[in-house]
């Protein structure tokens, strides 16, 4: 798909791969987003391709939707309060090698808010689904007269999916999956750009808007090993996105100097989630999850005019894995008690690590539970905290990508993130409770 808008307002060619790189305070490796569920984040997101009451177990295994007979929706809402801080040890100008201070950035993510949505619809041996996510975003923010602002000051991703599945319950063991993602991309991307002078009151300034739907499959399957106890295995597909539009050079934001055509590619990882859930007595569930994605699809990411490469930007991302375990304990007819605790390993190696990306590996510490106010009707409350790594930053113009943007030293220290959510779900089919007599 070519994407229907990309008006880069402000920005050099060498500054454009970054774009499709923003929001890199993602909860999940590289710029991806876990935050689907509330039933699930109380886990850790162990169990989510196993099935379970959390309709949200389609995002991860589209052959889940069979889990829940009858009519079910929920809906979801995620307050994500990610931290990091880029303490710069030193930063030179690109050409002159003038430094440009050690002023770092305080907080380089924003807080963001992430609504779900889910319906599953299961008769006989037959279920269909529908879900509304957002597998990937969020954002990067820093003054762009920090020392590193020639490799980013406010980045942005905003991704909506659409996904609609089917499943059938081959034998009782057996159940089968598959479903249609379509996926909107939008993002922005501000940074300074050198203009050859002694920094840096001769700094230009770079903006970049745009967005793209392309499309995806999903596939899934779901063992029923005992009576509940269930293995499940999810395959999402990647999503190639084509951008397409205009780049813009101008002066402080205000002054056109030069514009032209350009192009760029981005493909959206594949993954694969394999979980299990096993009821071990009439309260205590155990679960728990692996997880691959392939971010080792992003290797660079090459911009074009006029169908001749103008920049390239060297990533060498790695693939990323999740490895997560959670319990579960009923305490009564109306209350669930959940927890659990995960390790997210970073798609993002040391070498390429960027201020727009701060990604590093980290711990995943959650705890929720479910109460049902009726048959019908129940509520998801989530609590997570991510304990995330030091890591660092180390871009110098060895690399040609940056041989405009000078040398960055730095360490991103104080990553952490709070995540609250909050889920409703009702269940069309569930039995009404008995009318109470009072006489």
């Not at 929920?74 to 303490?87: C, L, Q, R």
């Not at 920094?199 to 970049?208: D, E, I, S």
């Not at 692996?290 to 990411?301: F, G, I, K, P, R």
């Not at 104080?414 to 909050?422: G, N, T």
Request: glycine share 10%; with cysteine.
């Amino acid at each position: 798909m070519t994407m229907h808008r990309w008006a880069l307002r402000v920005g050099p060619v060498l500054a454009v791969p970054v774009a499709v790189l923003a929001g890199s305070a993602a909860q999940a490796g590289g710029f991806g987003l876990r935050e689907q569920s509330s039933y699930y984040q109380g886990t850790s997101f162990a169990g989510t391709a196993a099935g379970g009451a959390g309709l949200g177990s389609m995002f991860w295994n589209p052959a889940a939707i069979s889990f829940s007979p009858g009519l079910n929706v929920e809906g979801n809402i995620t307050y994500i309060a990610p931290h990091a801080s880029i303490d710069v040890i030193s930063a030179t100008a690109p050409l002159t090698g003038a430094s440009l201070g050690n002023l770092g950035v305080s907080d380089m993510t924003d807080n963001g808010t992430l609504p779900t949505f889910f319906a599953t619809y299961a008769w006989e041996r037959w279920a269909i689904g529908f879900g509304v996510t957002s597998p990937f975003g969020l954002v990067t923010d820093a003054p762009c007269n920090w020392s590193g602002r020639y490799y980013g000051c406010y980045s942005r991703i905003f991704d909506m999916n659409a996904q609609a599945s089917v499943a059938y319950k081959v034998t009782d063991w057996l159940t089968l999956g598959a479903g249609l993602n379509v996926n909107y991309i939008d993002a922005k991307l501000t940074n300074a750009q050198f203009a050859g002078i002694v920094p840096p009151t001769n700094n230009l300034y770079a903006q970049v808007n745009g967005d793209d739907i392309s499309y995806g499959v999903n596939l899934g399957v779901l063992f029923t090993l005992a009576p509940g106890t269930t293995l499940g295995v999810g395959y999402k597909s990647q999503i190639t996105h084509t951008l397409s539009g205009d780049l813009q050079l101008s002066v402080a934001n205000l002054i056109p100097v030069t514009q032209m055509q350009a192009t760029a590619g981005l493909t959206l990882p594949d993954q694969i989630t394999a979980s299990f859930r096993s009821q071990l007595t009439s309260q205590w569930t155990v679960l728990g999850t692996v997880e691959w994605t392939n971010w080792s699809t992003v290797q660079e990411l090459v911009v074009k005019s006029h169908n001749i490469p103008v920049s390239t930007l060297d990533l060498q991302w790695e693939d990323g894995w999740l490895f997560s375990g959670g319990v579960e304990y009923q305490w009564d007819a109306k209350l669930a008690l959940r927890a659990g605790l995960g390790y997210e390993l970073s798609p993002v190696p040391d070498s390429t690590r960027s201020p727009r990306l701060p990604d590093s590996n980290r711990f995943w510490l959650s705890g929720g539970f479910t109460y049902n106010f009726t048959p019908q009707f129940s509520a998801d409350f989530a609590y997570t905290h991510l304990f995330g790594e030091t890591s660092s930053i180390f871009l110098t113009p060895a690399d040609p990508a940056n041989a405009l943007r000078g040398t960055l030293v730095a360490q991103v220290n104080d990553s952490y993130a709070d995540i609250v959510s909050v889920g409703l779900r009702y269940k069309f089919n569930a039995p009404a409770a008995p009318a109470l007599i009072t006489k």
